[in-house]
Nanobody, 135 residues
Framework: QMQLVESGGCASQLGGCLRL?????????????RGWFRQAPGKEREGVAFISSSHDYTDYADSVKGRFTVSADNAKKNTVHLDLTLLTTEDTAVYYC???????????????????????????WGQGTQVTVSS
């Protein structure tokens, strides 16, 4: 059974940076989209950053574009990272890693972002990791 495990969440200062990691254990699909979502207190969960299984395609929410970077770990297979920089208090949330089994991942990138940012399209979720940004 496939599991996603996030790590790296912590408390950070305004303007700081940190790295979140998502490791997959168990059987995994060859073709997928992996996404980072977050949920702030009192708010709905929102999509933040996404990467295809080939690592050739990425996309971001407008609120984090230019500040967050999603990447694959070349040394650790099936591990992706989310680098957070220029943190603001608005970034305080529980961050989740999720994976969708997708036959043709490029089809989810570049066009309307409906499926990419739709949490219901993702079958497997991690337990979440807390990020708290203080001023």
């Amino acid at each position: 059974q496939m599991q996603l495990v996030e790590s790296g969440g912590c408390a950070s200062q305004l303007g700081g940076c940190l790295r979140l990691s998502c490791a997959v254990s168990g059987a995994t699909f060859y073709s997928y989209v992996r996404g980072w979502f977050r949920q702030a207190p009192g708010k709905e969960r929102e999509g933040v950053a996404f990467i295809s299984s080939s690592h050739d395609y990425t996309d971001y929410a407008d609120s984090v574009k230019g500040r967050f970077t999603v990447s694959a770990d070349n040394a650790k297979k099936n591990t992706v990272h989310l680098d957070l920089t220029l943190l603001t208090t608005e970034d305080t949330a529980v961050y989740y890693c999720a994976q969708a089994h997708v036959v043709y991942p490029p089809g989810w990138f570049g066009g309307p972002k409906g499926r990419l940012f739709n949490e219901h399209e993702y079958e497997v979720w991690g337990q979440g990791t807390q990020v708290t940004v203080s001023s």
